[in-house]
């Protein structure tokens, strides 16, 4: 059987090993992100002030975001403004709305929603990345 040529090892090895324990790396890091918010997060109550609106279009598809803006009090009184982490078809809040909301008062420009959503995209990162790598690592142990 003829040998796997070293460009070819090599170009597996950067794209089904490396680059997937990059995405799994990220993946981590979004998680211990999204932790650490929550972790020193309040929950208060907000009033959305204002709706950013983002609408995207493809061939047979147009799909529209929101993305509130919240006001609300922290706890010595002080007024503040926060942005959703993400935008999303489901947020089609109404203005001067109620909501409850997670803020961290070290980030108050961010807000999260109450759910556990954010450690969705990590996760998938995490799993997604740890698949490909397993696979990558597996090709390579079979051509080499």
């Not at 999204?34 to 950013?52: C, E, P, S």
């Not at 993305?67 to 999303?88: I, K, M, V, Y």
């Not at 959503?117 to 597996?138: D, E, K, L, R």
């Amino acid at each position: 059987m003829e040998e796997t040529p070293i460009w070819l090892t090599a170009l597996i090895f950067a794209l089904f090993v490396v680059f997937p324990i990059g995405i799994l790396f990220l993946g981590l890091r979004q998680i211990m992100n999204v932790h650490q918010f929550r972790k020193n997060a309040v929950r208060v109550t907000g009033t959305v002030v204002d709706i950013k609106e983002t609408t995207t279009q493809n061939e047979n598809t147009i799909t529209t975001s929101y993305q509130p803006t919240f006001e609300f009090t922290g706890p010595n009184g002080t007024l503040h403004h926060g942005d959703t982490l993400l935008a999303t078809a489901n947020y089609n809040f109404e203005r001067d709305s109620q909501h409850a909301i997670l803020a961290n008062l070290s980030e108050p420009g961010t807000v999260h929603m109450p759910g556990n959503w954010p450690y969705i995209i990590g996760t998938a990162m995490v799993v997604i990345g740890g698949i490909m790598a397993y696979f990558g690592s597996g090709a390579l142990s079979v051509s080499g």
